[in-house]
């Protein structure tokens, strides 16, 4: 069974839902919210550090994490039924609680921590947060490569995407007619291409390459973050969506950019 940990209660496991009824990801998970930011994840997970290696430490770190909730259902599992962790949290760099700097630490020894989704787990970041996902022009968006948006403005950035965004809700990727079924589905490869497209040039690797998440946060911290106050806009889940098939897959289900 596959355990998926998000920031929040209600967008990401929205989403999630969509891609399953869709056909691009197998069911068979488990869902816990986290319902707090990156930074208290950190401090979760430095607690546990040293501890018992693997998905027990997981598993305990959110048990603890919900034990006010007895209803969520992380108290239902068992460490032995888990076969792979993956975390999804916004990036939140216009965190208050630490300086830019102290932040920018912190996440490259979180990503080096949660880098394996065999152990403790693998966490994927969006930048800056989850709504990026709706932060593109009709697909395929030729320019969505060049997007990026200032630390200091994201508190604005749920209501920027939302006017941003060519489609004026998340009906594009969640549908709510089955006529449009297919429409939504190619809707969901032209997203991960094109997100994977613009994380491999930013790290300069090709798409046959293993993209790791620390990987990427440093390129936005060397070419974005610290030169110049911004990020460069991408949303985790179609990050994920192309990590987690193989080439033969990702041809089937359009998410390919082999030629």
Sequence with gaps: MILLVFEGKKREPELFAAIERLGLFKPGRIICSFCSDIQSLYKRVKELEGGVEGAADMVQLLQVARRDYPDDPIHSVTSDRISEIYLFFDCDLHNRRYSLDEQKVRLVELLSLLGDELEYGKLYVSYPMIEAIRYTGMLPDADFGNYH????????????????????????????????????????????????????????VSAKEHLTQKKLFEAQRDKHITPNGEVAILASIPLFLYDYFNEEKRKELGFSLEE
């Design 149 to 204: 948006f200032p630390i200091l403005d994201c508190k604005s950035f749920k209501d920027r995407a939302d006017k941003f965004s060519a489609y004026s809700s998340l009906d594009f990727l969640i549908p709510q007619d089955e006529r449009k079924r297919d429409e939504v589905r190619s809707n969901w490869s032209l997203l991960v291409r094109q997100h994977r497209v613009k994380a491999q040039r930013l790290c300069e």
